[in-house]
């Protein structure tokens, strides 16, 4: 499944997999950071920090920062000319809340995302959606919960 948990994802990763996957946070449970750093390819990285808060009996708060980059790169023109060497970068930063509605929980993430690469760079934002339902079926050796 490549790591996506839609349904079982719980801590402050949820940022990033399903936003109200938070609402399983408990109003008596610490704060969760999370911290990671990968070292792909060549010289390729990914790296990426999450928080989460519970907000009471009912919701959680969470935020989170993802990049990604690579090492230097030539540019070249369109006669294939060497013009220099550039860097690529992408950012992404977030903020989600989720609820909890009995068996269900509903929650949204917000975004802004900024990517550069050589002399331009961008910038946009993006919405997660995302919804539990916890304990739909009892399946095997427990409960099948849905995302």
Do not use: W
């Not at 390729?44 to 989170?64: E, I, K, N, V």
């Amino acid at each position: 499944m490549g790591g996506v948990q839609a349904a079982d994802a719980s801590g402050a990763e949820d940022v990033f997999q399903n936003p109200a996957a938070l609402a399983r946070l408990e109003p008596e449970s610490p704060c969760e950071a999370v911290l990671g750093y990968d070292a792909l390819l060549e010289t390729s990285y990914r790296g990426a920090m999450a928080f989460a808060r519970p907000l009471g009996r009912a919701g959680a708060l969470g935020l989170g920062l993802v990049y990604a980059s690579q090492g230097a790169q030539t540019a070249y023109d369109g006669r294939g000319d060497s013009t220099g060497r550039f860097t690529p970068l992408d950012l992404s930063l977030g903020a989600a809340y989720a609820h909890r509605l009995g068996s269900a929980m509903l929650g949204a993430g917000f975004k802004l995302i900024r990517s550069t690469l050589v002399d331009r760079s961008g910038m946009t934002v993006a919405a997660d959606l995302g919804l539990v339902f916890n304990h739909v079926a009892d399946l095997g050796d427990g409960p099948l919960d849905a995302g």
